[in-house]
């Protein structure tokens, strides 16, 4: 098992990054939202807490910021028919501390709006995990894991507006454009209300597991706010 990779962040990609180790072997760790989010610059010292996931097709490594993600990574693909994409897609939109509550919480609806979550999928997660995951809401509680910072605030307010435009009236042109007003912080930028923490510039929030979290945003996303 590698269960941390230290070492100089070498590059970052859409969903993962390369961590050179001072032996000089590149590891490349698939890291959800929230972890890279808050990674350093390319060329600073990182470390992470790693999973190996061992499967026929290849061998790959899941990053996460302390043993409270890695852990909760585990118990997650440990639940039938949930593999590692489902996993980090999950961890991508909810993150530790809100997951580990939709689960506990049996809240089917916000876990079906996962990407590659059904409601089938959901029911199985609160059947088998929702008296298992305590620990995690406690040891964020105590400090353990890590907030989401600005991309975190931002998929709250997205996950909001998805919710808010699915009840509006089919054809309501006018009332799907004051959605944006019901969103906490929303700022009006002229034709668009800009959801807080997202950054064109930087795409921090062009996650692909982020993006897919919201099928309806998902085709519109960058063309809407950017």
Same mark, same amino acid.
């Given at each position: 098992?590698?269960?941390?990779?230290?070492?100089?962040?070498?590059?970052?990609?859409?969903?993962?990054?390369?961590?050179?180790?001072?032996?000089?072997?590149?590891?490349?760790? #698939?890291?959800?939202?929230?972890?890279?989010?808050?990674?350093?610059?390319?060329?600073?010292?990182?470390?992470?807490?790693?999973?190996?996931?061992?499967?026929e097709d290849?061998?790959?490594?899941?990053?996460? +910021?302390?043993?409270?993600?890695?852990?909760?990574?585990?118990?997650?693909?440990?639940?039938?028919?949930?593999?590692?994409?489902?996993?980090?897609?999950?961890?991508?939109?909810?993150?530790?501390?809100?997951?580990?509550?939709?689960?506990?919480?049996?809240?089917i609806a916000?876990?079906?709006?996962?990407?590659?979550?059904?409601?089938?999928? $959901?029911?199985?997660?609160?059947?088998?995990?929702?008296?298992?995951?305590?620990?995690?809401?406690?040891?964020?509680?105590?400090? #353990?894991?890590?907030?989401?910072?600005? $991309?975190?605030?931002?998929?709250?307010?997205?996950?909001?507006?998805?919710?808010?435009?699915?009840?509006?009236?089919?054809?309501?042109?006018?009332?799907?454009?004051? %959605?944006?007003?019901?969103?906490?912080?929303? #700022?009006?930028? !002229?034709?668009?209300?800009?959801?807080? !923490?997202?950054?064109?510039?930087?795409?921090?929030?062009?996650?692909? +597991?982020?993006?897919?979290?919201?099928?309806? %945003?998902?085709?519109?996303?960058?063309?809407?706010?950017?």
């Amino acid at each position: 098992m590698i269960a941390r990779v230290s070492g100089r962040l070498a590059a970052k990609q859409a969903d993962r990054v390369m961590i050179e180790t001072p032996g000089g072997v590149g590891y490349e760790v #698939v890291v959800p939202l929230g972890v890279m989010e808050r990674l350093p610059a390319v060329g600073e010292a990182v470390s992470l807490a790693t999973e190996l996931v061992v499967r026929e097709d290849g061998w790959s490594l899941y990053g996460f +910021h302390d043993e409270a993600g890695r852990r909760f990574f585990q118990r997650l693909i440990g639940v039938s028919g949930v593999g590692p994409k489902i996993a980090m897609a999950l961890m991508s939109a909810l993150g530790v501390e809100r997951g580990a509550r939709a689960v506990k919480e049996r809240n089917i609806a916000l876990l079906a709006s996962v990407s590659g979550i059904g409601k089938k999928t $959901a029911e199985r997660l609160a059947l088998e995990l929702a008296d298992k995951l305590g620990d995690f809401e406690e040891a964020v509680a105590a400090g #353990v894991a890590p907030g989401g910072g600005a $991309a975190e605030a931002a998929l709250h307010a997205l996950e909001r507006l998805e919710r808010l435009r699915r009840r509006a009236p089919k054809g309501d042109e006018a009332g799907i454009s004051r %959605l944006g007003d019901e969103l906490p912080g929303a #700022v009006d930028d !002229g034709d668009v209300d800009v959801v807080p !923490g997202f950054d064109c510039a930087t795409s921090d929030l062009l996650h692909p +597991h982020a993006i897919a979290s919201f099928p309806t %945003l998902k085709r519109g996303l960058g063309a809407a706010l950017c």
